[in-house]
């Protein structure tokens, strides 16, 4: 955020200062939610979590030079303090004032929602917008109630692009994350199975993604996968322009005012591929070289393009900044090669049924020669009553796509198991992480690939880490 006095930052919160002895001094630009991240002048946001209350480290942030804490409750410490009902509403209440200066000066908000890969495609997006101007895009996936507020209040003076990420675990979640960044631009990437459970449905995720184009202003721009028919469909809940994107073909008959497609498509041994970005109106054919891995990468790029497009930025630039971005955020398809020539193919971060399909076809595109394809999968989480199917296909599909060994753990893992089996193809269940490492290290050689991948609740960047230390002077088999 811009620097501003302690009587304007109580203002912009909502709150009452107390322990100021100037209400004219400055503070900022840092707002920050960990003491031990605290800057001279920053400001500390006090949240009361399940296991850990900021409040009680009002003192530390002071002692390490905070400017004033953001309050439930005023805390003996000498540092000023702005109280509040709520931390995370007066948050949200102080990036929405950021957001509202930037936009008067012309500030460009874009939001990016899905099922998959909003963070991968966040990361392409800042990458495009970046090259154009100043960008503020969140670490990670901090798409929640506190991460995109704290990525909000980063915009500065200098801000000419801030890119949202916005999650969903409800109907409403994303509609209010538009009241905090509201948006210029808004990305919707796919509806699939993830977090079906909370939901109870895949139409009941469709209507909380679609919240973000209901948000748009007529004179804004809703970027929509042409190839998902919930997404397309969202073009009737908004007044915004439509931008529809297609990795199949030209998505003429969605009628969008732009309309972005991929045309050539190839991918070399390390699932890197390139293709024509097509754009209409205008006859756009420029060639892109992604040095993200996957197939499903393209369709993140093309949605990418469709915003930097739809941002106004030339078509030349958007295709040369997509063929220099590189990965972001951590433990998202990252091919790790040991010295020995084994390949980690760790895309630990998250899964559900359309990324774990998704990493698996990849995994499928990665064999070398005199080497064989190898997955360790752990589960996937919140899929409801859909949850034991789900691994069963998983299973299947790994089988049917020729990995030659399936390594599973987890509570759903029998599950993935029997898809494997049903298929004809090799699987095995693990107890823990140490026995799932154990296994690995036995069948692993030099020119195999292994894809590492759960969700976030089993961590097995562990188990990927794991491995890429394992000590090399080990023999094989």
Not at 247 to 274: K, Y
Not at 294 to 316: E, I, M, T
Request: net charge negative.
């Amino acid at each position: 955020m811009e620097p501003i006095t302690l009587a304007a930052f109580a203002d912009a919160a909502g709150g009452r200062l107390v322990r100021a002895a100037d209400q004219g001094a400055v503070v900022g630009p840092d707002v920050l939610i960990d003491s031990r991240q605290v800057t001279p002048g920053s400001v500390f946001v006090a949240f009361a979590g399940e296991r850990v209350d900021g409040h009680d480290f009002v003192a530390n942030a002071a002692d390490a030079g905070a400017g004033v804490a953001l309050v439930a409750r005023e805390v003996d410490a000498d540092l000023p303090q702005v109280i509040v009902e709520d931390p995370v509403a007066g948050l949200s209440r102080l990036a929405r004032s950021c957001v509202d200066a930037g936009r008067g000066r012309g500030l460009v908000v874009v939001g990016v929602t899905g099922s998959s890969g909003k963070t991968s495609t966040k990361d392409l997006i800042a990458q495009v917008l970046g090259a154009a101007g100043p960008t503020v895009a969140p670490p990670g996936s901090f798409n929640n109630e506190i991460g995109a507020p704290l990525t909000a209040c980063r915009v500065d003076a200098g801000t000419r692009f801030l890119v949202s990420e916005m999650g969903a675990r409800g109907i409403g979640h994303v509609r209010h994350l538009t009241q905090i960044t509201p948006p210029t631009i808004g990305a919707v990437l796919n509806v699939g199975q993830a977090h079906v459970g909370e939901f109870g449905s895949v139409d009941g995720i469709a209507q909380a993604k679609g919240e973000l184009v209901e948000a748009l202003d007529a004179d804004g721009w809703a970027v929509l996968n042409g190839d998902d028919a919930r997404v397309i469909a969202m073009a009737s809940r908004t007044r915004a322009r439509v931008a529809a994107f297609s990795a199949a073909g030209d998505p003429a008959a969605t009628g969008a005012d732009l309309r972005v497609w991929a045309s050539d498509v190839h991918g070399d041994d390390l699932q890197r591929f390139t293709f024509t970005l097509n754009a209409a109106p205008g006859d756009v054919r420029e060639r892109v070289s992604l040095r993200v891995l996957g197939r499903h990468n393209v369709d993140n790029a093309l949605a990418a393009a469709a915003v930097g497009l739809a941002a106004g930025l030339a078509p030349d630039a958007v295709a040369a900044a997509l063929s220099s971005a590189r990965s972001l955020s951590r433990w998202r398809m990252e091919l790790d090669t040991r010295a020995d020539g084994l390949a980690i193919l760790n895309d630990a971060y998250n899964a559900n049924p359309d990324s774990m399909a998704a990493a698996l076809r990849s995994l499928a595109g990665m064999r070398r020669p005199g080497g064989r394809i190898v997955a360790a999968l752990g589960d996937m989480l919140e899929l409801g009553d859909s949850t034991e199917q789900a691994h069963h296909e998983v299973g299947r599909l790994a089988a049917q796509l020729g990995v030659d060994d399936v390594l599973v753990l987890g509570a759903f893992g029998n599950h993935t198991v029997s898809g494997v089996a049903a298929a004809g193809g090799r699987g095995q269940y693990l107890e823990d992480k140490d026995q799932l490492i154990e296994a690995l290290r036995a069948i692993l050689g030099p020119n195999d690939v292994v894809l590492v991948k759960a969700s976030r609740g089993l961590a097995l960047e562990t188990v990927a880490a794991a491995l890429a230390a394992h000590d090399e002077g080990e023999s094989h088999p």
